[in-house]
């Protein structure tokens, strides 16, 4: 698993503040504070707008996004509520991304989903003195 996650964070055909968004979106779906907590940060340094991450730990779709962000939010977000993407949101991805950037969403999605849960089962704790970022829904 280790190189799975190696290669979905050093590795991926995604641009960095896109493979952030697609992780931020799993750990807010898993309700995970310490992944959402720490990709927060690496996404606000790949270049993010911390508005966007705001939206998502709030539940909210985000207001402002460019139109890779788009592609990224509406894929990732029909992925973990359906398990699946539609034609729809499929198409415009494949044109963009490739195959391989499909590959990389999916299995960013699918790494941090399960890093989300270990996190979750396991109990981790956000450092001392930091805030959850993530309200109940």
């Known amino acids: 698993m280790q190189r799975v996650g190696a290669y979905v964070r050093f590795g991926s055909s995604i641009p960095a503040p896109l493979n952030e968004l697609a992780i931020c979106l799993a750990g807010r779906k898993w309700g995970a504070q310490y992944e959402f907590f720490a990709h927060r940060r690496l996404a606000i340094e790949a270049g993010l707008n911390p508005d966007i991450l705001d939206s998502i730990a709030a539940g909210r779709r985000p207001r402002e996004l460019s139109s890779d962000e788009m592609l ?3 894929f990732v977000t029909e992925l973990l509520s359906t398990g699946a ?7 415009p991805a494949l044109d963009r991304f490739g195959d391989r950037g499909i590959i990389d969403l999916v299995g960013a999605v699918g790494y941090y989903s399960l890093v989300s849960l270990v996190l979750n089962v396991a109990e981790v704790p956000l ?5 959850p970022p993530l309200k109940p829904l």
């Open 85 to 91: 993407v539609s034609d729809t949101r499929y198409q």
């Open 72 to 74: 990224v939010y509406e």
């Open 127 to 131: 450092p001392e003195g930091e805030t």
